[in-house]
């Protein structure tokens, strides 16, 4: 492999070193995740880490944070060699991190969870005075959340800020943050940014995990790329370094952002979901209300922040999910409240959000997950037989056209890394000549080059004059797949919003998208479309 | 940069890493495993026999000559596998599908009791050809058997009721409804036992054709073991090559993806446990029909169906591994009524469970020694 860290401008570091990691190598089931790599973090920085899923960039956290031990390697911890064998000796050399999954109990106070595992205090604990000295800690680094409220009580992004304040309690001067924007809204975003400036400016590093492009070249004052466990850049001064040369870093090559997306024709309505209620499995109402359609020819998104209905409405649509008001109709055909046969027999393909819990079967084999969905008809089965050979023979076709990297068919799929799991899914759910078809987060942990074959297979899909619901929390893919935009949140449908397809020039297809950024974000927090455009119009008045 | 606290520790030269294997062991590796684990087994079992004051190599070699000495003992063997080998296949086709059938022992009872039943009632006359007999048993022995797997089956896919409980629960009922029949019903002189059956329910043995084969002399093998070995490939056949087989073997292993995939589960779960019923209840008729030739609670309610737990786990569910893996358990059943203590054989047969299980752990990591660098 070619070492590109050479052809990149390296500016000496001025700050001293506040984390040296040397030659570090995490091998897991499979994969060698992190194949000899180097990183270093200056006192005072945010220094971003960047990397398609599966990279390697958690692995190499997680040694730092001390979860993981490496297999070779050093670490320096202000120029002393440190071995971590938990956390807990991390955290006592300052080094602290904050997970993608928060680790948190919901029903104990802000406060409780913040103290919890901790020697102090040791037998009596006087809660009011452990609120003060956490709400001063909130307000010095611009974390507002309330001590004495419940975990369950917050919102998403709250939680990391207790998640955060937990580390800063700690006393940790560095502070590694694991895809921290990947829950949160963009006004969140803004937030969390406001507050790792507030920690650098106060003397503390931080480390910020993500896949996100844009978002580093934001944040971050010097980035370290990862691929496929190898460092493909280190500390890169983010100033001198153009979003393309980055993507190049992740991916290995250039990456082409613009896709090849057709007008659209849209036909007949396919989809018609009519004031739908639902509860989640807490029993909580989840879906308020919920009415929109899908023509033939057509993506149409759903956009929101995770958790607001998206996976229950994808669920009922799919019939896994039972809703106790309003209905779905498929081609006229109400499918709500019936068994998913039902709906597969009716041309529906579900890509799920869950690729291994609901999308396939770990330990079968590839063969047996590409026929769930047709193992009923010949030439896979006959008189309640199946035939093997007509199996093997259709997963052979299928990891040749999808482009599926496995040994062979007979592989069980836990074996495989996401984007090939997902290749898997979309293989099986396409081939069945969908009329329809619903993709819960089809690109969610696939690294680039797999997302830009995810988007061609659906815009392959819309040509071919399916129907597709995309629900996703990406807004650019959004952005780039869909005709029209539902956005979600707390289980109502907030607005719509049309999505041009013919291109003007560059400057006004920019400060478009702009706008429809910003109305779509008003309305992933709760406004509803009306409302901002009442307000737009008072504006201009 | 040596750390100064390990100075003065004296360490061994080497140390012990357990590390997740990278990649899948090659397909001889878990027999290979399964072979040491039963080697490791044998050599704990001799040092506890030691221990009791027993001669190891002798006890051993007494255990080999009692199961597997000549063809007589053999025969033997074979007769106390049959019952284990769809005792297990019974539990093998339910665990397949998750469902932690523990009511095997039942439905071998209800099996037993209603392939009797067509004898005892009498459903067919006492001069009835054994060829119209023994079909017509095993019918009812897997009806009886299908109805017991039925009603825990129905409750957990209606109401959702515990299976491990209820199943256990109606080995109970199971045997206190046979006794209530050889007690009042069909009791041969007060006795708790029915009549001996007719001829013509018995299965028949290979010493019924010493006459033509004279090295089949007293050899008790009987027609259940080729009804075991015939159910065995009929349940791989289903297992693997239906699309039947594919729903439970999806439904096993991800059930949001089998409801995903438009599959019935609860269909199936019936289903399933009626399968794992009826096997088990065809268990049931060969022991009445092939070994104790009357219905009788002590021979047949002797633990095979529980046996049959340890013996599906052990072949990994497989059904044809069940054969051999319920060979091997014959064996240390018939070696128990050798050897004195016969505490013996039954530690032994606990030691090599508890081996086999611990030697799983070596199929998904490895044990990597490396030296200590000074």
Known sequence: ?541 | MTEPTTLNKRRAPFRFRIEPRLSEPPAWYPAAVSFGAIIVALILGGVLISFAGGDPIRSYLHIAKASFGDIGVLSDTIVKATPIILAALACSVAFRMKLWNIGAEGQFIMGAFGASAIVLAPVLPAETSRWIFIPVMMIAGMAAGAIWGFIPGYLKAKFNVNEIISTLMLNYVAVAWVNFWIFGVWTEGGFQMSPKFPDGAWLPRLSDYAKAFPIFRGLTTHLGLVIGIVAAIILWFIIFRSRWGYEIRLIGDNPNAAQYAGINITRNTIWVMMLSGALAGLGGMSEVGGVVHRLQTAPVAAGYGFTGIIVAWLAKLNPLAIIFVSILFGALILAGREIQPSGVPKMIQGIILVCLIASDFLLRYRVVIERVEE
Not at chain 1, 175 to 184: G, K, N, S
Not at chain 1, 477 to 505: A, F, H, N, Q, T
Request: glycine fraction near 10%; charge should be neutral.
């Open chain 1, 1 to 541: 492999m070619i070492n590109q860290t050479s052809s990149m401008p390296s500016s000496p570091p001025q700050a001293p070193l506040v984390v040296e990691m040397r030659g570090i190598v995490k091998r897991f089931p499979g994969v060698l995740a992190n194949d000899h790599v180097d990183f270093e973090l200056l006192h005072g920085e945010i220094h971003g880490l960047l990397g398609e899923n599966g990279a390697g960039k958690s692995t190499l956290m997680n040694v730092l944070a001390g979860l993981y031990r490496q297999e070779a390697g050093t670490i320096l911890v202000k120029g002393e060699p440190k071995a971590f064998s938990s956390p807990r000796d991390a955290i006592k050399a300052g080094i602290g991190m904050v997970h993608q999954h928060f680790m948190l109990v919901p029903s104990q106070t802000v406060t409780e969870n913040i103290l919890l595992g901790l020697d102090d205090p040791r037998f009596i604990m006087r809660l009011p005075d452990y609120n003060t000295k956490i709400a001063e800690l909130g307000e010095r680094f611009g974390l507002k959340v309330d001590p004495r409220a419940k975990i369950w009580q917050l919102s998403v992004g709250e939680q990391q800020r207790v998640e955060i304040l937990k580390m800063l309690y700690r006393g940790v001067d560095v502070l590694i943050m694991d895809e921290p924007t990947a829950v949160l809204a963009p006004q969140e975003i803004e937030g969390l940014f406001v507050t790792l400036r507030a920690m650098i400016a106060q003397g503390k590093s931080v480390i910020f995990i993500s896949h996100k492009l844009q978002e580093v070249s934001v944040i971050a004052d010097r980035v370290s790329v990862l691929r496929r466990g190898i460092a493909t850049a280190s500390g890169v001064p983010s100033k001198g370094v153009s979003r393309q040369e980055l993507a190049r870093l992740m991916v290995g090559r250039d990456v082409i952002f613009a896709l090849d997306k057709k007008p659209g024709r849209p036909q007949d309505v396919v989809l018609e979901v009519t004031d739908v209620h639902a509860e989640s499995d807490k029993g909580l109402p989840a879906l308020r209300g919920i009415s929109l359609n899908v023509r033939a020819g057509e993506i149409v998104g759903v956009a929101g922040v995770a958790g607001n209905g998206q996976s229950e409405l994808s669920q009922v649509i799919s019939g896994m999910r039972r809703c106790a008001q309003g209905q779905v109709l498929l081609n006229g055909d109400k499918i709500s409240n019936r068994n998913t046969l039902f709906g597969i027999q009716h041309g529906m393909a579900y890509v799920p959000e869950d690729r291994t819990h609901v999308g396939s079967a770990p330990n079968l084999s590839v063969t047996d997950n590409v026929i769930m969905k047709n193992f009923r008809k010949p030439p896979i089965s006959k008189n309640g037989l199946l035939d093997m050979k007509a199996a093997t023979k259709h997963a052979n076709e299928l990891k040749l056209a999808y482009d599926i990297i496995v040994p062979t068919v007979s592989t069980p799929v836990r074996l495989l890394s996401g984007g090939n799991l997902q290749r898997v899914i979309l293989a099986r759910e396409i081939s069945g000549l969908p009329a329809f078809m619903v993709a819960v987060q089809p690109t969610r942990g696939l690294d680039v080059g797999a997302i830009e074959g995810v988007h061609r297979l659906l815009l392959a899909q819309r040509e071919a004059g399916a129907a597709v619901l995309l629900v996703s929390e990406e807004l650019e893919e959004l952005l780039s797949l869909c005709d029209r935009v539902y956005v979600i949140y707390e289980g109502k449908i907030m607005g719509e919003v049309m999505i041009g397809d013919d291109e003007p020039d560059e400057g006004a297809a920019l400060s478009l998208s702009k706008g429809l950024v910003d109305t779509i974000g008003q309305m992933m927090t709760g406004t509803p479309l009306d409302q901002i455009q009442k307000e737009g119009v008072a504006a201009h008045d």
